[in-house]
């Protein structure tokens, strides 16, 4: 193997051939740079798939109302259907170990003032759960907990854009902001994974709220993310089965589809689960085309280049070179070459991607990339298929008689 005079003799044939040899490693390295790509695209379209999760907790239902389309139970159509407190209450009584997080939220659009500043934003009554909901961190402070709810405090976690937007010097921890007129203590600024529109929203304990709304007991939303344990099949039937008990709660036909309306992640990820892994078998399967065509292409060019060295083959034998020189110095040319080959479509290959970066966002493709793991795994698939290739023509090769190859054309 590291015999400098069969080193030399090996790059005195690859000089001496520049055409073949450029054809045999270009099979290998376009195989190399098609597999990375592709399997990088394949990865950023499941990044994405994976992003569009994080803006809540992937495993959320979410429970929401609105009229219901079909006469029910001696009761009209076209009834306006509220959430309440009972509900919530009736959800956790039967959650049974199934729920990780609940919180109930009712929402209102007032004007928020700090000095001089103010402007409108969603005000939010929460409970302490909302913020594992949300997928909310603190960056100052704290949120909402479960003595503001007992005690109906007046304080309030602000998103990070309010902050900006109203409290523009100093800590804005202890500052008293005005929410529709009513003075609240500021506790907490957090951050939103779901970005700047999330983080204008303004928290406040739930219980505070309704007091401000003349004491109703009214829900907009019911969030609650189920236990990670369950299979999706399970959180879709816990889904079905709060839907059914709001609807039998409110007299709400069975196939009413707009009084109640249930968003299950279960489902989400259910069917995303399959999209992603069949975008992972094409690419797959298109990937590993390229490099069986990369493998068949070197292959055919070593029995090409074998065949074009009998002659050379046979006067290495009548001068008393032994077969399994003769096997070992084309196979090191072969696996050379395939080296070689190999680390340019890798190099090729990483390079663009870093060069597509996240420019095609826009076509839902986020940070495509291929792991090291992979990538050495193809890599060294073609470097041992570039060994086999190389092997089977010399070995046969060797075999032929000193005079029979002296005869070849």
Same mark, same amino acid.
């Given at each position: 193997m590291f015999d400098i005079d069969r080193w030399?003799?090996?790059?005195?044939?690859i000089r001496s051939n520049v055409l073949r040899t450029v054809l045999s490693g270009? $099979?290998?390295?376009?195989?190399?740079?098609?597999?990375? =790509?592709?399997?990088?695209?394949? !990865?950023?379209? !499941? !990044?994405?798939? %994976?992003?569009?999760?994080?803006r809540d907790a992937a495993n959320l239902i979410m429970v929401f109302t609105g009229r219901t389309s079909e006469a029910y139970a001696g009761l009209q159509s076209n009834r306006t259907i509220t959430l309440d407190n &009972?509900?919530?209450?009736?959800?956790?009584?039967?959650? &049974?170990?199934?729920?990780?997080?609940?919180?109930?939220?009712?929402? %209102?659009n007032w004007m928020v003032k700090y000095g001089r500043e103010s402007g409108t934003y969603q005000i939010q009554g929460v409970n302490p759960d909302e913020k594992f909901l949300e997928n909310r961190n603190m960056m100052e402070g704290r949120y909402i907990t479960p003595m503001d709810i007992d005690r109906k405090a007046y304080v309030t976690s602000i998103g990070r854009m309010v902050q900006r937007d109203l409290i523009k010097d100093g800590s804005p921890i202890g500052k008293m902001i005005q929410i529709n007129g009513t003075m609240f203590?500021?506790?907490? =600024?957090?951050?939103?994974? /779901?970005?700047?529109w999330d983080e204008r929203h303004v928290v406040v304990p739930l219980s505070t709220l309704q007091q401000m709304k003349k004491g109703s007991d009214s829900l907009s939303t019911i969030m609650l993310s189920y236990d990670q344990k369950m299979s999706p099949d399970q959180a879709i039937k816990y889904g079905d089965e709060i839907e059914k008990k709001i609807k039998d709660r409110h007299s709400i036909s069975p196939n009413d589809k707009q009084a109640v309306i249930v968003r299950n992640n279960a489902k989400n990820n259910q069917e995303s689960f399959m999209f992603m892994f069949v975008i992972s078998a094409v690419v797959g399967f298109i990937g590993l085309g390229t490099l069986l065509a990369g493998i068949i292409g070197i292959s055919n060019i070593m029995v090409y280049i074998v065949k074009e060295r009998t002659k050379e083959i046979g006067i290495r034998k009548a001068i008393g070179a032994k077969p399994a020189g003769i096997v070992a110095l084309i196979l090191q040319e072969?696996?050379?070459?395939?080296?070689?080959?190999?680390?340019?479509?890798?190099?090729?290959? =990483?390079?663009?991607?870093?060069?597509? /970066?996240?420019?095609l966002e826009d076509y839902f493709i986020t940070d495509p990339s291929v792991g090291w793991g992979?990538?050495? $795994?193809?890599?060294?698939?073609?470097?041992?298929?570039?060994?086999? %290739?190389?092997?089977?023509?010399?070995?046969?090769?060797? &075999?032929?008689?000193?005079?029979?190859a002296l005869r070849a054309e």
């Open positions: 030399q003799e090996i790059f005195s044939s270009f $099979t290998v390295a376009l195989g190399l740079f098609i597999f990375i =790509v592709l399997f990088g695209i394949g !990865n950023g379209l !499941n !990044n994405s798939f %994976a992003q569009a999760f994080t &009972k509900d919530f209450d009736d959800i956790e009584k039967n959650a &049974k170990g199934r729920t990780e997080y609940a919180s109930p939220r009712y929402t %209102a203590r500021v506790v907490g =600024v957090f951050s939103d994974a /779901g970005g700047d072969s696996i050379v070459i395939t080296v070689i080959s190999g680390l340019i479509g890798v190099g090729v290959g =990483v390079l663009t991607l870093k060069l597509i /970066g996240d420019s992979l990538i050495s $795994t193809a890599f060294f698939c073609l470097i041992f298929a570039g060994a086999i %290739a190389g092997f089977i023509p010399a070995y046969r090769a060797s &075999k032929i008689k000193p005079i029979e």
